[in-house]
Structures are given as structure tokens and as C-alpha cells.
């Protein structure tokens, strides 16, 4: 009787064994694949990033508008509330904020002495 069960048995296994197999191949292409994916968000992160530590050369009319917020504040004695600048200028704050940081120095920006919240521009 143990020999009657015996290729019953091997059969089972072998086919158990290639179940496993098929598996494991499926698992192992899965894994490559997820590994391809994984390489190629951290080269489209990596990319993002070149282009995020790459200064901005400002625009033609972020210079232009540089100059005449230069010129604003030389006619008010070299200082003037952020707000208000900002106003003359007719920019919304994120263009303002922009024209900041694409000028290359020329203007401090520190905290008003009376309201830490509002900020003076002041002309160096």
C-alpha cells in the first residue's frame, strides 16, 4: 500500500514544487519591475532638484520692475512699509515676493520697530 501512495504523493509534490516556482517567477518580476519604477522617480527627483538649486535668471520685467521699486524707494527717503510698495506697484503678494528674491541684493527687507508682522523695505 506505501507504494501505491508513493507516486500519488511525488506527483502532488511536483506539482506543488511547480506552483512554487511559478510564483517565485511572478514575485521576482514583480520586484524588477517595482525596482525599474523605484530608478526612475529617483531620476525625476533628481532632475527636479538640478533644476530647483539652478538660480532663475530674472525676467525682463522682473528687472524692469526692480528698477522701479528702486526708484519708489529712493523718492521716499530710501525706506517704505512692504505693504505699500507692493500696492504702488500694483503686484499681488506672490509677485512681489518673486521680485524679492530674483534682485540681487540693493534692498533689505527688515521688521517694522512698532509691528514685528509688517515689514519695511529699506534701500542700501
Known sequence: MAAKDEPEETE???AEVAALRLELENL???RDEELARVFKEIA???QRLTRLETPLEPTR???DRGEILRA???ANDGKMPEKEAR???HLSKAQFSQL???MDGG???KPYHLDRRQKILILK
Do not use: V, W
Open 87 to 89: 500696492q504702488k506697484m
Open 107 to 109: 534692498i533689505e527687507l
Open 61 to 63: 520685467s522682473q528687472k
Open 72 to 74: 519708489l524707494l529712493a
Open 28 to 30: 521576482r518580476r514583480q
Open 44 to 46: 525625476l527627483d533628481r
Open 12 to 14: 502532488q509534490l511536483s
Open 100 to 102: 524679492l528674491a530674483s
